[in-house]
């Protein structure tokens, strides 16, 4: 009888291990701490104001005095970052990630960084055109950055709900992505931004 004994023996074909970012390329520390730090910080700023927006309650101006210091943070932190990410060379993708896919990561981020930047400068400008202060703490306030008028208000606080929303949408997207990397691709990618060590 004729055995197919050569194909029998033959090791089973796999597709090949996607190429690995290398060992030790990892952003500096100083970005990777931001990094968490920050989405900790955005999260929160973006249950926080759809929190306190549906409620009619007393908590509104509670939630308020939290959201605008908060936000404010978030931008100093968002400009020292953009200080690292200029002055430190993040590690390049894998070889292998298909261009489409590299171009997404880098157009994605770099909305990310101009939404970090713009959320709390649109809340800002908000405040100030409604005549509201934007106070940090008990004494404290910073000074406004457009002059009062209502219909510019009205435009900022539709622009503000707007974008916060598709932050979100992104931010989600973002970390399917890393995800994705983490338990997919397994690339060494989430590595980069989430491993200990001083590096
Ligand atoms: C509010 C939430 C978040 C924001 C605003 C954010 C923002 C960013 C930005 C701007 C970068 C690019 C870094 C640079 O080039 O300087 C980045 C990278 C990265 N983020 Fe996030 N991130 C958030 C949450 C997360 C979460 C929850 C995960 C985990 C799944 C994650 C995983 C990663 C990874 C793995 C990278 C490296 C990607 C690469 O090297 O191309 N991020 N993030
Ligand atoms: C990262 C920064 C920020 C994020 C992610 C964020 C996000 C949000 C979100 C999601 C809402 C709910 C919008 C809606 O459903 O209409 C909101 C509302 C609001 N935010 Fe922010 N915000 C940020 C910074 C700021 C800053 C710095 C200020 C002021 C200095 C501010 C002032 C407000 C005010 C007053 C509202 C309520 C508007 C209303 O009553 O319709 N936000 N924010």
Same mark, same amino acid.
């Given at each position: 009888m004729n055995t197919p004994n050569n194909v029998s023996r033959q090791a089973p074909v796999s597709p090949p291990a996607p190429a690995r970012? !290398?060992?030790?390329?990892?952003?500096?520390l100083p970005a990777r701490i931001l990094h968490w730090l920050m989405a900790i910080l955005i999260l929160a700023m973006l249950y926080v104001g759809a929190g306190m927006v549906s409620t009619v309650s007393a908590r509104y101006p509670e939630l308020l005095a939290w959201h605008r210091p908060l936000g404010i943070a978030v931008l100093i932190l968002a400009l020292i970052r953009l200080g690292v990410r200029v002055t430190h060379r993040p590690p390049p993708l894998?070889?292998? !990630?298909h261009p489409v896919q590299a171009a997404g990561a880098k157009a994605s981020h770099y909305l990310l960084y101009a939404l970090m930047i713009a959320m709390p400068l649109i809340g800002w400008a908000m405040q100030s055109a409604g005549g509201y202060p934007v106070i940090m703490w008990k004494g404290f306030e910073l000074p406004p950055i457009l002059p009062h008028d209502i219909v510019v208000y009205g435009q900022l606080r539709r622009a503000h709900g707007l974008l916060g929303y598709a932050f979100f949408l992104l931010i989600l997207g973002h970390m399917a992505a890393g995800l994705m990397h983490a338990?997919?691709?397994?690339?060494?990618v989430f590595e980069s931004m989430a491993g200990g060590g001083d590096s």
């Open positions: 970012r !290398l060992e030790g390329e990892r952003f500096v894998p070889s292998d !990630l338990w997919v691709r397994r690339d060494g």
